[in-house]
């Protein structure tokens, strides 16, 4: 299981920011950190490394992707080779430098991450301008930074399921007059950052442990069938009471034919004969699906 799915970590932004203590992270009920190696060579976090895993936490890399304004392919590469040297999750901080691409770079960062543990870090509302389905499998992360500048958190994820995001996990500022109570700490969440917590991890442990990240894979919650009481030939029938015109059956006594004895050419059918087809057609896709 994923350990953006199942557990808290810090980003942490610099190796000697005050962010040794390890100890105090996993007893304030956060199971692994993840180390800026965008601004800090990956062998300047030997010391964090090396505590996270005498305590059994994670400790992956993360980067921001953007060089002069330009989404970096190198940079990503540069995240993917230090999770495989050290062996871990990976986040990718890809923010606006994805504006205008289309689906260019969140294909690229899907492929090249497809069989990683990764996750990508983005600004809280999803920009309509790229396409986020190949981020359907990957969970994002919406930075609510702070919580007076960004959506609200729900508003979030919903915004990014609506987008065809399968699994969406908050990160929580630390920074910037940040406390812990303007966000609700309910587990799994991240922190950015360690380093602006000034030592108080425990301020920011989870007060519960009941979040659902992920929707299903149709982008929301799962749809109640319509089935058989969808009322569409009650409701065209009266139509055709009202506006026999509108129709190509001939009314048999008191009851209209069904549709299917129709013509096979749609050309020759009437507004409600076409209406009555077109609303069957998406029921029976809806009861489907």
């Known amino acids: 299981m994923s350990v953006f799915k199942t557990k808290c970590f810090f980003f942490l932004r610099n190796p000697r920011g005050g962010v040794e203590d390890l100890d105090r992270m996993q007893a304030a009920g956060f199971d692994g950190v993840f180390c800026n190696i965008g ?3 990956p062998s300047e976090w030997q010391t964090i490394r090396g505590r996270a895993g005498a305590r059994g936490m994670f400790c992956g890399p993360w980067a921001r992707t953007e060089d002069s304004g330009s989404f970096s ?16 999750p990976l986040i990718v901080n ?5 504006k205008g691409s289309g689906d260019k770079w969140t294909k690229l960062i899907a492929e090249r991450c497809a069989g990683y543990d990764a996750a990508l870090s983005m600004e809280p509302q999803p920009f309509d301008n ?10 994002v992360l919406p930075q609510i930074f702070p919580p007076a500048g960004s959506p609200a958190p729900d508003d979030c994820i919903e915004m990014w399921h609506a987008y065809g995001v399968d699994c969406v996990y908050l990160t929580f500022a630390s920074y910037g007059g940040c406390t812990p109570s303007d966000f609700d700490l309910n587990a799994p969440y991240s922190i950015y950052t360690a380093d602006d917590c000034g030592g108080n991890y425990a301020a920011w442990s989870p007060r519960r442990n009941s979040f659902e990240g992920c929707v299903d894979s ?8 319509i089935g058989s009481q969808d009322g569409i030939v009650a409701a065209v029938n009266r139509f055709r009471d009202l506006d026999p015109a509108g129709t190509l059956l001939v009314k048999q006594g008191n009851k209209w034919p069904d549709i299917s004895t129709l ?11 076409k209406l ?3 609303l ?3 029921k029976d896709d809806h009861d489907a699906a």
Do not use: N
């Not at 890809?94 to 994805?98: D, T, Y």
């Not at 096979?264 to 409600?272: E, F, P, Q």
């Open 280 to 282: 069957q057609i998406l």
């Open 73 to 88: 392919e190198e940079i990503l590469e540069r995240i993917l080779a230090c999770a495989d040297m050290w062996d871990s």
């Open 263 to 273: 013509p096979s050419d749609l050309s020759k059918w009437k507004a409600y004969d």
């Open 94 to 98: 890809s923010e606006s430098e994805l």
């Open 276 to 278: 009555q087809r077109t």
């Open 39 to 41: 601004d800090h060579y």
């Open 218 to 225: 149709g982008g929301g919650t799962p749809m109640p069938a």
């Open 130 to 139: 790229v396409e986020w389905w190949p981020l359907k499998d990957m969970p």
